[in-house]
């Protein structure tokens, strides 16, 4: 499994991906098997950090501090960090994470980085984004495992067959 780290763009991290006030373009990018991060086999996002602000130049800072507390193999400035031609230091900035760190840097998670610089938003099916009531069954799907494990947390026979459970899912 590759964990990934992804370093947003500043001005994007407050309103979401551009055009969804949510952060969602990345995780679908890995669900829907698409761009740069859906082609990295068996890479689990672990976290995602804002860019410290124009022009960039605290991204190592940020590298830095993901490998050191997640443990961080991959990075990804996401494809809203180059929507626009929006930022001129991010070339600059993954060739100095990887030849500090040694980690990859994928330039684009949903679209690759060439391909997002024509855009000013990603337009998508509404095949590909889940509907409210499928994200809602998620969120009761995920509460009701929890409810079940704090349920049955205190026997310590029943708690295995729960974790075991979480683990298959």
């Not at 804002?50 to 507390?69: E, I, K, N, S, W």
Request: proline share 7%; charged share 20%.
């Amino acid at each position: 499994m590759h964990r990934v780290g992804i370093i947003a763009c500043r001005d994007h991290w407050k309103k979401g991906c551009p055009g969804y006030q949510a952060h969602i373009l990345c995780f679908l990018a890995l669900e829907k098997k698409r761009g740069p991060l859906g082609e990295l086999p068996g890479a689990k996002i672990v976290a995602m950090q804002p860019c410290p602000g124009c022009p960039g130049t605290g991204r190592l800072d940020v590298a830095r501090r993901l490998v050191r507390q997640e443990g961080v193999d991959y990075f990804v400035f996401p494809s809203c960090t180059f929507f626009d031609n929006h930022c001129p230091t991010a070339f600059a900035q993954a060739a100095a994470i990887e030849a500090e760190l040694g980690r990859p840097v994928l330039m684009g998670s949903y679209l690759e980085a060439a391909a997002a610089r024509c855009c000013s938003t990603v337009s998508l099916n509404p095949g590909d984004i889940p509907s409210l009531t499928e994200c809602r069954q998620r969120l009761l799907n995920l509460n009701y495992l929890r409810y079940l494990y704090e349920k049955q947390a205190a026997t310590p026979r029943k708690a295995l067959q729960i974790l075991t459970l979480l683990k298959a899912t």
